[in-house]
């Protein structure tokens, strides 16, 4: 009885490890995909909002740039994976007319702020505690990126984790 207790946990101890190489060393999907949304075309939602960090933020006051909007929370694993590129982009565009903000999706105030700081976002992201920005571009789950032409009119959508490799070609052919 106890050699085949041995032998079942040791079958078992190989599983875990063998799983757990499996997982270590797969490559997780790396980029967002696109999906389709009836704002394409059209002029996008105006929103605007208090930022975490205090202040005020408005789509209409950032017209004449291309502006990237990711829907995110401190709860999602892909957000945590995309935050330091969203915000390498952010910083690496902040003199060429794009502008990224974060809209809050169904978190705390508190711990979206603490997820701000502990991965030091270089673009701020505004609350939307009824969910209402949400609504209106019709996102259902994190993370969610739009990206808004010069003109204002939402030019493509994302779902999943962007790359700022991925954020820097669309944003050029947007430019072009």
């Known amino acids: 009885m106890k050699r085949t207790v041995l032998i079942s946990s040791l079958a078992l101890l190989v599983v875990l490890i063998a799983f757990s190489v499996f997982l270590g060393t797969r490559h997780p999907v790396s980029q967002a995909t696109t999906v389709q949304t009836p704002l394409r075309g059209k002029i996008a939602p105006a929103f605007s909002g208090h930022e975490l960090a205090g202040g005020h933020w408005s789509l209409k006051s950032d017209l004449g740039n291309v502006v990237v909007v990711n829907f995110w929370s401190s709860w ?17 565009e902040r003199n060429n007319h794009v502008k990224v903000i974060g809209v809050v999706f169904s978190d705390t105030v508190s711990a979206a702020t603490n997820f701000e700081k502990y991965y030091g976002s ?44 991925q954020l820097t070609e669309i944003v050029n052919r947007i430019r072009e």
């Open 76 to 92: 999602c694993g892909p957000c945590v994976q995309e935050a330091p590129d969203l915000s390498t982009f952010a910083w690496q």
């Open 122 to 165: 270089l673009y701020p992201s505004i609350v939307d505690p009824n969910g209402n920005i949400a609504n209106s571009y019709g996102v259902i789950s994190p993370p969610t990126t739009f990206f808004i032409n010069a003109r204002g009119r939402v030019v493509l959508s994302l779902l999943g984790t962007v790359t700022t490799r």
